[in-house]
Structure formats: structure tokens, C-alpha cells
């Protein structure tokens, strides 16, 4: 059976990939990122839908990435701000994450050649989507044309890792729809970037998935303190 | 003052890398990284060769990277075998850490946007090596290229963070030498795999620096069980 490594931070995209990989027949090796982030709550969500797809291993990073902090993500500083889900070119929001989808993508690619898996899924989208510069498809490229250099899979052992992006081109809708029709457990996922019990529903992260369940016409099944949208 | 981020292991090559930095006028920010290795008394070393640099912050990573394993220096089921310097092409040795330059430059990159370093070095070497496929230029000049994709200072704040590699096209000999010119604290510095208090003298790691202070004509001043060369 063939292996897939997937990006799993327990929200709807990732989840959402889960179920796309897990319908094209691969074997499941989430990976998740404790990276001392506000929301480290969403990785009891990446846990319940690792167990949901009973995955044979479930691959939790740690990492003290608060220490390099510039974002609203690792630095308690900074607020998360309440969502403007449209961005100008050059506003990318404070809760970028310096780096972040390179380092978990570089964890994910030596992942990979470690338990032989030629393919890792990331739910990387560039239509309804935060402005971030690394999920946009030209830094997917990018990172394509890197890996074989990267490691002894790619340079000596003649294995070519790609890298999958089902979600790219989709709308927040579309991957509402998709997760729906796979059956993707969203009732365990967690979006928020507040990290509390309870989505906050104002966050550019809440916003962004009320839109997709609002235009989708799915009812969200998880809690929120607001309901913006 | 030029800020740089500098890829600090505490072995000989990144402690060159520092004193060249320095040398070149920069403001040094040593990055190290505790990722469960087997020879993690290298970080020892990092701190007393930042310690020598008076640096402002030397950033220490901690990391569970011996979860992936793959490599003699993260499974401890893996011996650290008694080294040949010359590879074949194709002959990667067990102590290549699967994607760790890659994943380790993620996040010098992070760092350095963070706080505003447009220089990150990094001490690989192609010449006197261990053949890993993440020392030669082909992966620097690939990483390059990504770097401005995967960071808001490349994609919207029209900053170009470099990748120095002053140790690139340099013999282990030239390395010590240079070193030596540039009163870089060898004291100090750690490059045995095996992770004893004294080098073992017959790694992979320890053959390469032996053979460079042999033909540099210059005294290794850290102990060792065995001289091998």
C-alpha cells in the first residue's frame, strides 16, 4: 500500500486532505507541529482525526518555535486581530508565521524518506486564504524543485518526492463541499486562532471557514462564542 | 550594525563560519538546534564558542527530531560506524540526518526575518565531506531560490535574505587554516559523532578533521581516544 505523509494541524484543510489521500488509497502518516502555538488546541483535534482514520502512527513534532516568535501565532505579545478576510498584495496579517510551512514541510520531507513515502499532502490554498506567502503555488514549486537536492531519496536513491496540493485551487466552499462528500470528521476540527474551547468566530482563520460552510450551505458542526458571518 | 543568523553545531566548520562572519563586521545570531542528537555534547560547544563572541542571543531549538530517525545520529539502533573518508557517489553514510540541513535552514530563515538578518551562514562544505546530498551547492543554490517565496521579507517586504557559504570550495586544510588566522576558538569545538567527552578519533566526522590538522600542519587542541590519522 502506498504511503502518504500528511500535514495535519487538526482544521478543516488539512482534514480535509486527510480525506482525499485516505480516498486515493494511501496508507495515512499524519504529522502534526507542537510548535508552542496560541492554538495548540487544534492538536487534540489533528489527534481525534488521526484516531478517526486509525492511522497506524501519528508523528507529533515539538519544537519551541515561540522562541523565534514575529507572529500573533507564537509571540502571547501580539493580538490575534479580528479577521479582514480581504488582503492587498502586501498586507499579509500578523498571524503569519515566519517560515512556518517551509520547517514543517522540510520535518515532513524527512519524514517521508525516512518510511519510504513518495508522497506528502499539504492542504496549501491560495483562493479563500490569509494572504500567506508560503501557500501559494509558486513557493509549492519551488519547494518541488528543492527536495531532490535535500536528501539521499532524491540524489542518490533515484525516488522523487512530490509534494500534493489538492486544496490549491479550491474555494473555501468547494473544500466545505469536498470534506462533506468524503465523510472528513470536521465535527473534531479546529480553526480557530484564539485557541479557546470554543471558536471565537471574528478571527481571519474563523471567518474564513464560517464563509465556506455559510456559501457551501453545510451547517458547521462545531461551536462558536460568535457567529460573524 | 549587519545582523547574521549563523548555523552554529559547535563543530569546526560553524565555528569558521562565526569567526568569518565576525570578521566581515557582522552582528552575530547563533543558531543551534537540540534534536535529540546522539552527540548532543556539541551544544556544549556551541554555547562556549558563542559565550567567546559575546553575542547577544545565542537561540537554541529544541526539537524531537530522533522521532523520525533514519540516522545513526538520531536512532540509537544505528551504530556510528568507524569512518572511511572517501565515498562513492552514491554511498551515503548512516550518519546523514535525513532533510536536517534543509529543515535547519527553515528555520535560520524564520529567524532571520524575524529579526531583520539578511545573511544566514551555514558551514557546508563539498570537498573534505561526508558526501550528504544537503552539503553540496546544487542545494544551496535551490534553497536560495526558495527563499524569497516562503517568507513575507521576500514576498512582500522586498527583502533578500543570502545564504553565505564562505566555507563552500574550501579542503578541511584550508578550513583549520583559516580558522587558525582568524583566532576561531577550536578549543572548544565538538565534531566527533560518537558524542563522548573525548573525540573517538576514528568516525567519519573525526577522520575528516583529523586529516585537516594534520595537513594544515596545526595542532587539534581537543582530545581525543584515538589518533587515527
Known amino acids: 500500500m502506498k504511503k502518504a505523509v500528511i500535514l495535519l494541524s487538526g482544521g478543516l484543510d488539512s482534514t480535509t486532505c486527510m480525506a482525499v489521500a485516505k480516498e486515493q488509497g494511501y496508507e495515512l502518516y499524519p504529522i502534526s507541529f507542537n510548535y508552542h502555538q496560541r492554538h495548540s488546541i487544534e492538536l487534540e483535534g489533528a489527534k481525534k482525526v488521526a484516531d478517526f482514520y486509525k492511522v497506524k502512527k501519528h508523528l507529533i513534532i515539538e519544537t519551541n518555535m515561540e522562541q523565534i516568535g514575529g507572529s500573533a501565532l507564537t509571540d502571547s505579545h501580539i493580538q490575534v486581530p479580528d479577521g479582514e478576510i480581504v488582503h492587498e498584495d502586501n498586507d499579509i496579517p500578523v498571524t503569519y508565521v515566519p517560515a512556518r510551512n517551509l520547517t514543517f514541510l522540510s520535518y515532513?520531507?524527512?519524514?517521508?524518506?525516512?518510511?519510504?513515502?513518495?508522497?506528502?499532502?499539504?492542504?496549501?490554498?491560495?483562493?479563500?486564504?490569509?494572504?500567506?506567502?508560503?501557500?501559494?503555488?509558486?513557493?509549492?514549486?519551488?519547494?518541488?524543485a528543492l527536495a531532490d537536492y535535500a536528501t539521499k531519496a532524491?540524489?542518490?536513491?533515484?525516488?522523487?518526492?512530490?509534494?500534493?496540493?489538492?486544496?490549491?485551487?479550491?474555494?473555501?466552499?468547494?473544500?466545505?463541499?469536498?470534506?462533506?462528500?468524503?465523510?472528513?470528521?470536521?465535527?473534531?476540527?479546529?480553526?480557530?486562532?484564539?485557541?479557546?474551547?470554543?471558536?471565537?468566530?471574528?478571527?481571519?482563520?474563523?471567518?474564513?471557514?464560517?464563509?465556506?460552510?455559510?456559501?457551501?450551505?453545510?451547517?458547521?458542526?462545531?461551536?462558536?462564542?460568535?457567529?460573524?458571518?
Not at 113 to 127: K, P, Q, S, T, Y
Not at 156 to 174: F, N, V, W, Y
Open 108 to 144: 515532513a520531507l524527512g519524514y517521508a524518506e525516512v518510511i519510504g513515502a513518495d508522497h506528502i499532502f499539504i492542504g496549501v490554498n491560495a483562493v479563500d486564504y490569509s494572504g500567506y506567502p508560503d501557500c501559494r503555488p509558486e513557493f509549492i514549486q519551488k519547494f518541488q
Open 154 to 229: 532524491g540524489a542518490a536513491d533515484g525516488r522523487h518526492i512530490r509534494i500534493e496540493t489538492p486544496l490549491q485551487d479550491l474555494t473555501k466552499k468547494e473544500i466545505v463541499q469536498l470534506a462533506s462528500r468524503l465523510g472528513a470528521p470536521l465535527q473534531f476540527t479546529h480553526s480557530c486562532y484564539k485557541g479557546g474551547t470554543k471558536a471565537c468566530g471574528v478571527c481571519d482563520s474563523c471567518k474564513l471557514r464560517l464563509k465556506g460552510f455559510a456559501e457551501a450551505g453545510v451547517k458547521d458542526p462545531v461551536e462558536y462564542e460568535t457567529m460573524s458571518n
